[in-house]
């Protein structure tokens, strides 16, 4: 079984879709695979995930009956080529719409002034023959590909925009052959031929095209940075030789030289050395991160100044890097519930159009003023070619693409397109206290020694003591000890009392380190200390006293302080009209005091991790949207049940699987950006559909003749041609403002 097959998850590269019909028959061809659990088809950048056990062989066959072309895509591709391929589709349709463009020019100004015979003179007996020949040939090679496509849905029993051109230009030429053979037959009025008209419409719509297909590529830039992020080989250390290799043959546990200004190649933890990385691109954060040895460095970061060893721990598709660059992929072609619309309207509109075109020809003809076969051909040819569904068909998925990727570079992941809708709708924000509002990394806040002892013997004593406990207190005391180089003391006799604290002998002393429960325990008198304690609790610190041989000597408070961003984030939350609630499993006092310091009015403390769920629950029920922000891992719950979830951490692969929206950076500032994002982000599609809408609902009827009666005004077939084109790329340019479009926090 291939790699493909076992990973579950396949991506093509799609060649020939031109509209939403064409993403339709793409899907229906997939589904109908054996083993295909699920087919996602993105219009934006013509690609397809298929899910399930399915061949990709037999994938790629079934795309290719369906009419289109298909290429199994392996790993990351090379953005360069990317580049490459859209560069070339590019160029061939503009020498398609160009060549179709000046003979279509030189056609109607020679018609204009007159320099070609009348249809049916002597003269005109051989040039109109010779001048259809050469439409025909700049036909087939300026249109090759829609007539082909057409014939391709037709055997499937479909519809797409390749049939509207086919019939259109088709028809058009056709049309006039016939105008030329039998000109001695119609009236005088009726014989003109409409050559120009067919290479025109071609030379816009493969115009149209072009420019759309210049503008999408700008669209994926997020995912063509992060792939170019991954250098293509390494430095490893094998044998005592350091040896330069493809980044495919890195294995796992093998040790890896980076020097100054080279990327990591892949995920590791730092051996030997100490350095700054650049991990903007993945984290939207600015600043120079350190490391010394025991950290985690990211494939894909710049190193800066040193150079270091490190182990690799994750490879290939394991790497945060590929997660990210996945996670963006699948949000960029999942589709929104606004998107489904667009789909079931797209699925009948050409047939509808078809139709509609048969009906006009037929009124005209039957109804219209002579000569009513010219007039009957001129509109129904023009309501094919302005009915053309390509804007959309790429209203929603090109304004998702944009959005996405906007997000990824500024270090937010957005896993899921509904997420990207519902985000904006939210009433009811629910934040975790440690980790989300705080630090989650607590330190010593207070240090107060009493009578004739100073602070730095109370830390040597407490860290001593606790250089043998577990508690999680503990790392914050060794960290402030280890911050002024103070040396620890050799404890013995060692009893770690749970729910008090820690005693030991220290230098033939007996200290002993922990919460009022301990000192009651070993029976000293605490009155004059409580004042102090309960002020230290109601600052949302957390204050343990230290004895020394049955005599308290001193307080150390330790805190987990809120983070420097949170206030301003809570903030900017409540400016977007949305009602904030602190849930915690700390303590009632610890919990309103983090809550004050950040603007939380609303606190619900004391909840165990497994009732966060329920509390989401209890206020969907209520009527609110709610969005749920934590860490990613206790919190999972409570993010699987909101409408969205919010995970803050730090791009691990834990927290990247554990939500809707994972915020890399770990500020809250980029939730607000991301409530905004998503505002802006269902406004551009309304904005896109609605004028999709409206031009077809507007321009079909137009292109029906629907103002003849009362105005005397029909659309040429040209006109419609470069509307239809322009529709496209309006989409396109609309979409890609979201990708400068500024946000608070931003």
Same mark, same amino acid.
């Given at each position: 079984?291939?790699?493909?097959?076992?990973?579950?998850?396949?991506?093509?590269?799609?060649?020939?879709?031109?509209?939403?019909?064409?993403? &339709?028959?793409?899907?229906?061809?997939?589904?109908?695979?054996?083993?295909?659990?699920?087919?996602?088809?993105?219009?934006?950048?013509?690609?397809?995930?298929?899910?399930?056990?399915?061949?990709? %062989?037999?994938?790629?066959?079934?795309?290719?009956?369906?009419?289109?072309?298909?290429?199994?895509?392996?790993?990351?591709? !090379? $953005?360069?080529?990317?580049?490459?391929?859209?560069?070339?589709?590019?160029?061939?349709?503009?020498?398609?719409?160009?060549?179709?463009?000046?003979?279509?020019?030189?056609?109607?100004?020679?018609?204009? +002034?007159?320099?070609?015979?009348?249809?049916?003179?002597?003269?005109?007996?051989?040039?109109?023959?010779?001048?259809?020949?050469?439409?025909?040939?700049?036909?087939?090679?300026?249109?090759?590909?829609?007539?082909?496509?057409?014939?391709?849905?037709?055997?499937?029993?479909?519809?797409?925009?390749?049939?509207?051109?086919?019939?259109?230009?088709?028809?058009?030429?056709?049309?006039?052959?016939?105008?030329?053979?039998?000109?001695?037959?119609?009236?005088?009025?009726?014989?003109?031929?409409?050559?120009?008209?067919?290479?025109?419409?071609?030379?816009?719509?493969?115009?149209?095209?072009?420019?759309?297909? @210049?503008?999408? =590529?700008?669209?994926?830039?997020?995912?063509?940075?992060?792939?170019?992020?991954?250098?293509?080989?390494?430095?490893?250390? @094998?044998?005592?030789?350091?040896?330069?290799?493809?980044?495919?043959?890195? #294995?796992?546990?093998?040790?890896?030289?980076? @020097?100054?200004?080279?990327?990591?190649? %892949?995920?590791?933890?730092?051996?030997?050395?100490?350095?700054?990385?650049?991990?903007?691109?993945?984290?939207?954060?600015?600043?120079?991160?350190?490391?010394?040895?025991?950290?985690?460095?990211?494939?894909?970061?710049?190193?800066?100044?040193?150079? +270091?060893?490190?182990?690799?721990?994750?490879?290939?598709? !394991?790497?945060?890097?590929?997660?990210?660059?996945?996670?963006?992929?699948?949000?960029?072609?999942?589709? /929104?519930?606004?998107?489904?619309?667009?789909?079931?309207?797209?699925?009948?509109?050409? /047939?509808?159009?078809?139709?509609? &075109? %048969?009906?006009?020809?037929?009124?005209?003809?039957?109804?219209?003023?002579? $000569?009513?076969?010219?007039?009957?051909?001129?509109?129904?040819?023009?309501?094919?070619?302005?009915?053309? $569904?390509?804007?959309?068909?790429?209203?929603?998925?090109?304004?998702?693409?944009?959005?996405?990727?906007?997000?990824?570079?500024?270090?937010?992941?957005?896993?899921?397109?509904?997420?990207?809708?519902?985000?904006?709708?939210?009433?009811?924000?629910?934040?975790?206290?440690?980790?989300?509002?705080?630090?989650?990394?607590?330190?010593?806040?207070?240090?107060?020694?009493?009578?004739?002892?100073?602070?730095?013997?109370?830390?040597?004593?407490?860290?001593?003591?606790?250089?043998?406990?577990?508690?999680?207190?503990?790392?914050?005391?060794?960290?402030?000890?280890?911050?002024?180089?103070?040396?620890?003391?050799?404890?013995?006799?060692?009893?770690?009392?749970?729910?008090?604290?820690?005693?030991?002998?220290?230098?033939?002393?007996?200290?002993?380190?922990?919460?009022?429960?301990?000192? !009651?325990?070993?029976?000293?008198?605490?009155?004059?200390?409580?004042?102090?304690?309960?002020?230290?609790?109601?600052?949302?610190?957390? /204050?343990?006293?230290?004895?020394?041989?049955?005599?308290?000597?001193?307080?150390?408070?330790?805190?987990?302080?809120?983070?420097? !961003?949170?206030?301003?984030?809570?903030?900017?939350?409540?400016?977007? #009209?949305?009602?904030?609630?602190?849930?915690?499993?700390?303590?009632?006092?610890?919990?309103?005091?983090?809550?004050?310091?950040?603007?939380?009015?609303?606190?619900?403390?004391?909840?165990?991790?497994?009732?966060?769920?329920?509390?989401?629950?209890?206020?969907?029920?209520?009527?609110?949207?709610?969005?749920? %922000? =934590?860490? =990613?891992?206790?919190?999972?719950?409570?993010?699987?049940?909101?409408?969205?979830?919010?995970?803050?951490?730090?791009?691990?692969?834990?927290?990247?699987?554990?939500?809707?929206?994972?915020?890399?950076?770990?500020?809250?500032?980029?939730?607000?950006?991301?409530?905004?994002?998503?505002?802006?982000?269902?406004?551009?599609?309304?904005?896109?559909?609605?004028?999709? +809408? +409206?031009?077809?609902?507007?321009?079909?009827?137009?292109?029906? =003749?629907?103002?003849?009666?009362?105005?005397?005004?029909?659309?040429? /077939?040209?006109?419609?041609?470069?509307?239809?084109?322009?529709?496209?790329?309006?989409?396109?340019?609309?979409?890609?403002?979201? @990708?400068?479009?500024?946000?608070?926090?931003?």
């Amino acid at each position: 079984m291939s790699t493909e097959e076992t990973s579950g998850e396949i991506r093509l590269s799609i060649l020939g879709m031109r509209c939403a019909g064409c993403v &339709s028959g793409v899907e229906g061809a997939l589904a109908a695979v054996d083993g295909v659990a699920s087919v996602s088809v993105n219009f934006a950048d013509h690609s397809a995930t298929v899910k399930g056990p399915a061949d990709p %062989v037999a994938l790629k066959q079934a795309v290719i009956a369906a009419g289109f072309d298909a290429a199994v895509m392996e790993g990351f591709e !090379d $953005p360069a080529e990317q580049e490459e391929q859209e560069l070339q589709r590019y160029h061939s349709l503009m020498k398609k719409a160009s060549v179709a463009g000046v003979f279509g020019a030189f056609l109607m100004m020679a018609e204009h +002034f007159s320099w070609l015979p009348e249809i049916g003179s002597a003269t005109g007996q051989w040039l109109w023959p010779e001048i259809a020949l050469i439409t025909l040939s700049i036909l087939v090679y300026s249109g090759w590909h829609f007539y082909s496509g057409a014939v391709n849905a037709l055997k499937l029993g479909q519809a797409n925009m390749d049939t509207l051109i086919a019939l259109g230009t088709g028809s058009a030429w056709l049309y006039s052959c016939i105008v030329i053979d039998y000109s001695d037959t119609l009236p005088t009025l009726a014989k003109h031929a409409y050559f120009e008209a067919a290479v025109v419409i071609l030379a816009f719509i493969n115009l149209g095209t072009g420019l759309e297909t @210049r503008a999408r =590529g700008k669209t994926s830039s997020a995912i063509r940075q992060l792939i170019g992020l991954q250098p293509r080989t390494a430095r490893v250390i @094998r044998n005592g030789e350091e040896l330069d290799i493809p980044i495919e043959q890195v #294995g796992l546990g093998e040790t890896l030289r980076v @020097r100054p200004g080279e990327k990591i190649p %892949v995920d590791g933890v730092l051996l030997e050395g100490h350095s700054t990385l650049d991990e903007s691109m993945l984290t939207g954060e600015a600043i120079p991160v350190e490391k010394i040895v025991g950290a985690e460095v990211v494939a894909g970061t710049m190193n800066q100044t040193g150079s +270091f060893l490190f182990q690799a721990t994750r490879i290939g598709r !394991d790497t945060a890097l590929a997660q990210i660059i996945n996670s963006v992929r699948q949000a960029q072609s999942s589709k /929104p519930e606004i998107a489904r619309l667009a789909d079931k309207i797209s699925g009948v509109f050409v /047939p509808a159009v078809v139709a509609i &075109s %048969v009906l006009t020809f037929l009124l005209w003809y039957a109804f219209g003023p002579d $000569p009513s076969l010219g007039y009957a051909f001129v509109t129904s040819m023009t309501v094919l070619v302005i009915a053309c $569904p390509c804007a959309l068909g790429l209203a929603t998925p090109i304004s998702v693409m944009v959005a996405v990727g906007r997000a990824a570079q500024s270090g937010i992941l957005i896993r899921k397109g509904d997420a990207l809708q519902t985000a904006g709708k939210l009433t009811c924000l629910i934040l975790d206290k440690t980790g989300t509002v705080t630090e989650g990394k607590p330190v010593v806040s207070a240090i107060e020694a009493i009578e004739d002892h100073s602070e730095t013997q109370l830390l040597q004593w407490a860290a001593s003591l606790e250089s043998g406990s577990e508690h999680p207190l503990a790392a914050a005391i060794l960290s402030e000890a280890s911050r002024k180089n103070i040396t620890l003391e050799k404890a013995s006799q060692f009893e770690a009392i749970a729910g008090f604290g820690v005693t030991a002998l220290i230098n033939g002393q007996k200290v002993c380190f922990g919460n009022k429960a301990l000192m !009651d325990l070993k029976g000293l008198k605490l009155s004059r200390y409580n004042n102090r304690l309960e002020k230290l609790s109601g600052l949302g610190q957390t /204050p343990m006293l230290l004895s020394v041989d049955d005599k308290i000597v001193g307080i150390i408070a330790v805190s987990d302080p809120i983070k420097k !961003d949170s206030a301003e984030a809570v903030s900017r939350l409540k400016n977007l #009209g949305i009602r904030i609630i602190m849930v915690t499993g700390d303590n009632q006092i610890t919990a309103h005091a983090i809550a004050k310091q950040a603007g939380i009015a609303e606190v619900n403390a004391q909840v165990l991790p497994q009732d966060k769920a329920a509390v989401v629950k209890e206020l969907q029920l209520q009527g609110e949207v709610v969005g749920m %922000v =934590g860490d =990613g891992i206790n919190d999972a719950p409570a993010l699987a049940q909101a409408d969205v979830g919010l995970a803050i951490g730090t791009g691990t692969d834990v927290a990247i699987e554990s939500a809707d929206v994972v915020i890399l950076q770990g500020s809250l500032l980029k939730v607000p950006e991301v409530i905004q994002l998503s505002k802006a982000t269902v406004t551009n599609i309304k904005q896109n559909l609605i004028g999709a +809408f +409206f031009y077809n609902t507007l321009s079909i009827p137009v292109a029906a =003749g629907l103002l003849y009666p009362v105005f005397g005004v029909l659309l040429n /077939p040209m006109i419609a041609g470069a509307a239809m084109a322009m529709s496209s790329v309006t989409v396109v340019t609309n979409a890609n403002r979201l @990708r400068w479009k500024k946000f608070d926090g931003a």
